[in-house]
Nanobody, 125 residues
Framework: QVQLVESGGGLVQAGGSLRLSCAAS????????MGWFREAPGKEQEFVAA????????YYTNSAKGRFTISRDNAKNTMYLQMDSLKPEDTAVYSC??????????????????WGQGTQVTVSS
């Protein structure tokens, strides 16, 4: 059973930075894809970024490009999301997810098999 645990959320002023972590257990990731999604109050969940575990190739939504960086540490079985130049509209619950049989683009939440519990990110203006 795969378990994902996020950490690193919090309150930050606009223009600040946060680094989210997603610690995985129960599986040695190889060809899997892992991603970050977020859900703001009153809005649908949206894709933020994804990474292929073995190759390290990354994929970002347009709003994240140039501000967010997704990475992984194989030895620690942990994925990260470095978020810089944060804006109030980035406020949301951020969740990490694992897709054990990645096919096609990584933006569909229904493709992911395991999810963490989420961590709150609040950006004040």
């Amino acid at each position: 059973q795969v378990q994902l645990v996020e950490s690193g959320g919090g309150l930050v002023q606009a223009g600040g930075s946060l680094r989210l972590s997603c610690a995985a257990s129960g599986r040695t990731f190889t060809n899997d894809r892992m991603g970050w999604f977020r859900e703001a109050p009153g809005k649908e969940q949206e894709f933020v970024a994804a990474i292929r575990w073995n190759s390290g190739s990354t994929y970002y939504t347009n709003s994240a490009k140039g501000r967010f960086t997704i990475s992984r540490d194989n030895a620690k079985n942990t994925m990260y999301l470095q978020m810089d130049s944060l804006k109030p509209e980035d406020t949301a619950v951020y969740s990490c997810a694992a897709d054990l049989l990645p096919v096609g683009t990584p933006t569909q939440s229904s493709d992911y098999d395991y999810w963490g519990q989420g961590t709150q990110v609040t950006v004040s203006s």
